[in-house]
């Protein structure tokens, strides 16, 4: 048996002790961090997982048909939270509309949907069915002003598939992108920075004054050049800003050829104390004219009403005039089928001080072209209510761009004339026969 023992090793201090063991502690987190960020390399970001769920969830919308629903989960909404993403391609279901000879739509007809001004016309149309499986489309009326349940409880909301949500009205209030999921709008106060075009379809205000009696004028065989009659501030910017326009009205003013009169009864109090010194005389001269008479011209000032939209488009139109548009960025109606270009003109109130300057170096040929074309486009687009539903299936249509060959809108065509004195503005040597 040896008597040789092992010498003791060295024996270290109680701070070395804690040091070591504190090196050894974060020797292993930084080999556990390593480890996670190698392994992260091979997996899908959060995001990633994000976008394939919303398409996974998306693309499996698609292709389940409308069935009656009793409300859309937290969870199921949350997966489709963008909504300005919607198009044609993720937001409709094709296949409703397969076999269809002509375009079906079902309308939620029922306590909560206030009255529109062509509803009644759609219903006496071929478009029209009150069997929701066999629609293709299914129109309902923006609630938040009469209340009622939410969209998400209609019995074939379906998370807003093929839905339709319209709103009609002059207020600066767009249908709530929250609400409506993959439902398109069909509005009258669309504005550019909201409009999905392609999926979204802008419609008029309705009309309501007719003159049928003034067609027959030409464009140089009216009383007034210029008109205007009406409010002195304008609705401007997506969320309804107001701003009064008096000053650059009153310069276009000469009482000759060019009438713009405004009156400060639809002013704010507070926006009446910068006016005050102007209203009584303003008013006066106000007083002085009649809508009815001034419509008699060649070019009629249409700004923005109380919102981007205004009443007094279809009405100008109605007179064989040609519209004068004072807006920020709004979307025309049916601006997918109409080549508004052809007839009015539309002028930021930035650029109000242009207006009159542009219209008088026009000559006699262009401005009789325009007033043409603003009246072919009035009688085919929105003479009647008729005519309204007729063309609001035309722009549905459209938005198909042809992958539904019986679906295909016959869109009317301007008379061969105008389209020859088109070509002849573009072509100056162009003999017309």
Not at 187 to 200: E, L, M, P, V
Not at 369 to 383: D, K, N, P, S, T
Request: aromatic fraction near 10%.
């Amino acid at each position: 048996m040896s008597t040789i023992k092992e010498a003791p090793g060295p024996r270290l201090s109680p701070y070395l002790q804690c040091f070591y063991g504190l090196f050894n502690l974060l020797f292993l987190c930084v080999m556990i961090l390593s480890f996670l960020s190698v392994s992260g390399t091979f997996s899908r970001s959060p995001e990633a997982q994000t976008s394939n769920l919303t398409t996974i969830s998306r693309s499996s919308l698609l292709h389940t048909n409308i069935v009656p629903t009793q409300g859309s989960s937290t969870s199921a909404r949350s997966v489709i939270d963008t909504i300005s993403s919607c198009s044609m391609d993720n937001c409709f279901n094709y296949s409703r509309c397969d076999k269809m000879e002509e375009l079906l739509v079902y309308h939620y007809d029922s306590q909560y949907s206030p009255d529109w001004y062509f509803k009644d016309a759609l219903k006496r149309s071929p478009y029209y069915t009150t069997n929701p499986a066999e629609a293709c489309l299914f129109l309902v009326v923006d609630r938040r002003r009469v209340g009622g349940p939410p969209l998400s409880r209609l019995p074939y909301w379906n998370h807003g598939l093929n839905h339709v949500v319209i709103s009609v009205v002059d207020k600066p209030r767009n249908p709530d992108a929250r609400s409506i999921e993959m439902a398109s709008t069909m509005t009258s106060i669309t504005h550019q920075t909201i409009y999905r075009a392609g999926f979204d379809v802008s419609v008029p205000l309705p009309q309501r004054k007719f003159y049928p009696n003034l067609q027959r004028l030409s464009a140089m065989g009216r009383k007034y050049l210029l008109t205007y009659k009406g409010n002195r501030c304008l609705e401007v910017g997506s969320r309804g800003g107001r701003v009064c326009i008096d000053p650059v009205l009153r310069g276009m003013h000469n009482g000759k050829d060019i009438v713009v009169v405004t009156t400060c009864k639809q002013v704010s109090s507070n926006e009446v104390a910068k006016v005050e010194a102007r209203c009584a005389k303003d008013q006066f001269v106000y007083d002085q004219y009649k809508f009815d008479d001034l419509i008699n011209s060649t070019f009629a000032l249409v700004p923005a009403g109380s919102g981007v939209s205004s009443y007094r488009l279809m009405e100008v139109l109605s007179a064989g005039s040609i519209p004068v548009a004072i807006s920020e960025s709004i979307v025309l109606p049916f601006d997918s089928l109409i080549e508004w270009r052809r007839c009015l003109f539309v002028f930021p109130p930035s650029q109000m001080h242009r207006i009159v300057p542009t219209l008088q170096t026009l000559n006699k040929d262009e401005i009789e072209f325009r007033r043409e074309h603003c009246l072919f486009i009035y009688r085919q687009f929105f003479g009647s209510d008729d005519k309204v539903v007729a063309t609001t299936a035309m722009a549905f249509k459209s938005r198909f761009f042809g992958v539904l060959p019986k679906l295909i809108p016959n869109v009317p065509l301007p008379p061969r004339h105008l389209s020859l004195k088109q070509q002849q503005q573009q072509q100056p040597n162009l003999k017309l026969q």
